[in-house]
């Protein structure tokens, strides 16, 4: 999530057992959200390889993963590999897009994207867009930690795209779809802005974003769905999966009675894409003691809301692939 946006925290604390898939030298928090219900639908993604991939993510071999910085570009080539193992192809000969910006204190940065696709099997022509930024903030020590290992901020999103992107290869959707994990994110969201500038589909036949940025850590068990209020055609799929009791689904965070720092409708890399009038889902949890802080641990994330969250975006994204045209209408409109 970038930096310029603090959010109020979510400090409600449920303790439970929790996936018992971590090593005994760093094991994530057993505050492993809200139960689902004995009703809940079966799951479908691995969760022992989400937490595999936040796990690797938010090492500090990774330090902290800041774009431009050997850790920002460890973390690039990793979600190029994990992409290539998941069956999905690369877009225009490469799974990396490289671009460049430079920094307020005019440092130059070369960053990169990674795109990759599975093509749809009715309409091919037209792209779902499911993202996730692999970056992170760099920062000073506090109380003594000089990393910020970004479990949650955004190693967990990337770990789900990654684990959606492996779902689709199995299972082809019937539109196209991009998976797209974003660099630079914390730097302005100078990757989605390049992609979005630049995108490597024609971009009117970009129908919609779907954006994860923090994702694994809510005690609560919250999570917060955004842009059902400037994009109504999207809210009927959040509605129906508030029904099936995975995590508790929330709309919230924008309108006109989010002000401030409180609309999160920009906030992260849907923002660039809202800007071109394409509408977007993002999902994220309210902000958490570890947010920008070095405490943003691998050990401090809920494994079962976050397996859940990600199977709730899921049940999202097939819902939208199965019903796509109204948002397609919309998208039209002039």
């Known amino acids: 999530m970038t930096g310029f946006r603090p959010r109020p925290l979510a400090i409600t604390a449920v303790v439970l057992a929790f996936l018992a898939c971590a090593s005994p030298r760093s094991e994530p928090s057993t505050a492993s959200g809200a139960p689902a219900p004995a009703s809940q639908p079966p799951s479908r993604l691995d969760a022992t390889r989400l937490l595999g991939h936040v796990r690797t993510l938010a090492a500090d071999s990774f330090a902290g993963r800041r774009a431009g910085t050997p850790g920002g570009a460890m973390a690039r080539a990793y979600v190029r590999s994990a992409f290539e193992g998941t069956g999905i192809q690369p877009v225009g000969g490469s799974f990396e897009h490289p671009f460049s910006f430079t920094r307020r204190d005019s440092t130059q940065v070369q960053g990169a994207n990674v795109v990759g696709l599975v093509r749809g099997t009715r309409h091919p022509g037209r792209y ?132 401030g720092s409180d609309n999160w409708t920009n906030a992260s890399d849907h923002g660039p894409f809202n800007a071109q009038k394409i509408p977007f889902l993002y999902f994220g949890v309210e902000d958490h003691p570890g947010y920008h802080k070095p405490s943003d641990e691998f050990a401090e994330i809920t494994p079962v809301f976050f397996a859940n969250a990600v199977e709730t975006v899921l049940d999202v994204v097939l819902d939208l692939d199965r019903n796509l045209e109204p948002v397609v209408a919309v998208r039209r409109q002039p």
């Open 128 to 259: 779902i867009v499911v993202t996730a930024h692999f970056d992170h903030v760099g920062g000073p020590a506090v109380n003594g930690d000089s990393i910020y290992n970004g479990a949650d901020d955004n190693a967990s999103g990337t770990a789900a795209l990654i684990e959606l992107a492996r779902y689709f290869a199995a299972h082809p959707p019937g539109n196209s779809m991009l998976f797209v994990g974003f660099d630079a994110e914390e730097s302005g969201l100078r990757g989605a802005r390049a992609f979005v500038s630049n995108p490597p589909v024609p971009r009117d036949s970009i129908v919609m974003n779907v954006n994860m940025d923090m994702v694994s850590r809510s005690p609560a068990g919250e999570l917060y769905a955004v842009g059902t209020y400037l994009y109504p055609v999207l809210k009927p799929y959040i509605e129906r999966e508030m029904t099936t009791g995975r995590v508790k689904l929330l709309i919230g965070h924008e309108g006109p009675t989010a002000t």
